[in-house]
């Protein structure tokens, strides 16, 4: 039988507070979770309405907001067990990467859901390619997947004259840029811009995330030998994905030595 702790668990919980008695008992099986406890076995439904002296409608409510948090999983006739913690993808900035390879690359599958590839007129993104607001530019919408599960939402435009030669491609499981570069066009390089923000309703429940939850904003311009051929515009989930980078020595500084302190640009200031 899994510990549990000496204080009876039934006297953590509040019953005349405002709080619901499903919310308090999330709350301190979360806590207890945190502080290292049931690492023999997570108790199963029963048991726990017995110990807090609950309903099991009230254990029910309170492991599916556990569940909804990733902390644990649950099934039908099965016994709730402590989630396993998703991979994340780490991926080093101030290159031309492509998320397919990156999530390959963590040892997972890389599959998308497409819900749009047409050739449509943009008069936003088209001056954003350096071309006139009415040239018609071919649009991909994925929802990319790691391993079956939600990473990111992903929109691109490419100049027709680019992209249509890709409108036959099933991109359930390959790579634009590998496309692209079988085209003879591969992106070498370009400018990207990341930053966090709250995605809509709609993007939540695509991307199976509780609101409200914060994801990145990619917005990238690929180049071809300097040449834009593409637009893109990224939701990718954060708990599922770093960004890192390398520092650099600033201009003109070098390295310290063994045994020299660093030195620092800013000075700082005590009091």
Known sequence: MPELPRTPPAARLDRRASTPLWRQLAVDLRDRLDEGEFAGGFPGEVELGLRYSVSRHTVREALRQLRADGVISTGRGRRPRLAAPDPVIAQPTGIAYSLFSSVEACGLVQTSVVRVLTVRADGVIA???GLEESTPLVHLERLRLADGRPLALDRVWLPASIGE???GVDFRRTSLY???????IPVTGGQE???????GRAEHDALDLQPPSAVFSVERTGTSSGVPVEWRHTLIRA?????????????????PRNGDTPTSALTPSFG
């Open 127 to 129: 001056p954003r390619l």
């Open 165 to 167: 030669p890709l409108l």
């Open 178 to 184: 590998e496309e692209l570069a079988r085209t003879g």
């Open 193 to 199: 811009t990341v930053r966090a923000v709250i995605p």
């Open 239 to 255: 708990d599922r994905f770093t960004l890192t980078s390398t520092l650099d020595p600033r201009p003109g500084a070098t390295e």
